[in-house]
């Protein structure tokens, strides 16, 4: 079989996985901040906090369920049973973090901290193990791009399926009540991510082993990951890169509804029609690497956005039509490092093999997970603290002139100094198209080599045996 190139049905089914990951977790990502605030009743810090202390948590759990994956052994291997087994409780417990209880406002706070929580645990628990599978479908770094395409494509339709749904389905179910139209529609989407998992698993092949297989203690592990200097300087990649897109998505139902004063099907149109940039953004990345460097689009596409985004707080609100079309612009823009970012973890955990002679792919991508949570958890405790400094109040009919211009700062220039940061970061990675084509050509040496050398032994022993016949 070849351990390079890939099928259409299994890249497909590679992103059916995320798809079904960001059908669910992408109704976090766009409305969790307005959800708890508006619907669930909470005040915006102490959402800040709710979305910050879960983080500490996951410093234990991440590395954890890393561990957990490299050590899997299944006919199945070691990151695809996982898909299987957790798909379901992180579907269920979806549903339960957007019920809204009749209870006191304590009893409802304790039950929002357990139910993010738990809904967190079962996040770490699919999609480490799906990250690292990334990482052992091919080697081919080009593939490895592709896969992320249409991963990232697959994304953006799962995300414009919710984003165009979900608040029509809140009306719907709900009528009046949206606590129970949030629950119901959540219950909807929550079943199709379930089925989207489930293709993933039926779809795709784990084919890259490590080039010499290590059977370290986790203590080992831990430490040897650090080694890598690449894989530290990922993490503060991924912790960076996420922080500027949340911020300005949670901030979106914020600024349509305050600032530019639009109606709840507006902004189903207006979200939607920013996924569909960020489609377009996710085939552009391999268009685009086709021709240059991974490493240098990533960071002038950071650029961009850092001007683009920071020139949006000069538009008028009223100015619709601008406003909506230089919104779908910034999406394209936004969305092409994704894929590229993905790919580059990956690229990381192969230097990372090539340095140190260990392939630690879920420990590695645990990291990466851990601070991607960080980086969301960050964002959105951003906006809570912020909105609430401004005076945000979710209760009156009309919010004060603080209140707006700090939505309008959340929507455009902390996010745009968000990606001048990010763009700096990406000048710290070392792992360009020609160290990857080295290592590649190392790696490969090294299996063939231990290959042989297994073969060697194998053989040994029998020509013993012949040779005391004699």
Same mark, same amino acid.
């Given at each position: ?63 954890? %369920? ?24 992180? #579907? ?76 029509? %389905? ?71 890169n996420v922080c ?28 939607s029609l920013g ?64 894929? +590229?970012?993905?790919? +580059? ?26 601070f991607l949570k ?48 990010? #763009? ?16 590649? #050509? ?29």
């Amino acid at each position: 079989m070849d351990n390079s190139k890939l099928s259409v049905k299994e890249k497909i089914g590679y992103g059916m996985g995320d798809a079904g990951c960001n059908i669910i977790f992408g109704a976090i990502m766009l409305f969790v901040n307005y959800f708890y605030t508006d619907i669930f009743g909470l005040s915006p810090a102490l959402v800040g906090v709710l979305l910050l202390s879960v983080r500490v948590i996951d410093a234990v759990t991440d590395p954890i %369920m890393g561990a957990l994956a490299d050590r899997t052994r299944s006919r199945w291997g070691r990151f695809r049973p996982w898909i299987l087994w957790v798909a379901f409780p992180f #579907a269920l417990f979806s549903v339960l973090m957007f019920t809204t209880p009749q209870w006191s406002y304590s009893s409802k706070v304790v039950y929002a901290f357990v139910t993010y929580f738990l809904l967190s645990l079962t996040y770490t628990a699919i999609n480490i193990p799906y990250c690292s599978l990334g990482s052992v479908i091919t080697r081919d770094p080009g593939e490895r791009v592709a896969c992320q395409s249409y991963r990232f494509v697959l994304v953006g339709l799962a995300t414009l399926l919710l984003t165009l749904s979900l608040l029509p %389905m809140v009306e719907w179910f709900g009528g009046g009540d949206k606590a129970k139209g949030y629950q119901m529609a959540m219950m909807v989407l929550a079943f199709a991510g379930m089925c989207m998992f489930l293709f993933c698993f039926a779809t795709v092949r784990e084919r890259v082993r490590p080039a010499v297989p290590s059977r370290d203690a986790l203590k080992a592990d831990l430490r040897d990951v650090w080694k890598n200097d690449q894989w530290v300087r990922i993490l503060l990649l991924t912790l960076c890169n996420v922080c500027p897109g949340f911020i300005r998505m949670a901030a979106t139902m914020y600024y349509v509804t305050w600032v530019m004063g639009q109606s709840g099907h507006f902004a189903t149109l207006f979200i939607s029609l920013g996924v569909v940039g960020m489609m377009i953004g996710s085939a552009l990345a391999k268009v685009l690497t086709d021709r240059w460097c991974k490493l240098k689009v990533f960071f002038w596409t950071n650029i961009a956005l850092a001007l683009f985004s920071c020139g949006f707080y000069f538009l008028s609100p009223h100015a619709t039509a601008l406003i909506v079309v230089m919104y779908f612009l910034l999406n394209i823009l936004h969305q092409i490092p994704s894929p +590229l970012h993905w790919s +580059l973890m990956a690229d990381v955990d192969d230097y990372g093999e090539w340095k140190t002679g260990k392939r630690i792919t879920g420990i590695s991508f645990s990291g990466n997970l851990f601070f991607l949570k960080v980086g969301l958890a960050v964002a959105g405790a951003m906006v809570g603290f912020l909105l609430y400094g401004y005076g945000y109040d979710a209760s009156l009919a009309q919010q004060s002139a603080s209140a707006v211009n700090g939505i309008v700062m959340l929507f455009t220039v902390i996010p745009g100094i968000g990606y001048l940061i990010t #763009a700096g970061v990406v000048r710290l990675l070392k792992v360009d198209r020609n160290l990857m084509l080295q290592i590649q #050509a190392d790696l490969e040496k090294r299996r063939n080599s231990y290959h042989e050398l297994n073969d060697w032994q194998a053989q040994k022993p029998a020509s013993e045996t012949v040779r005391k016949a004699l």
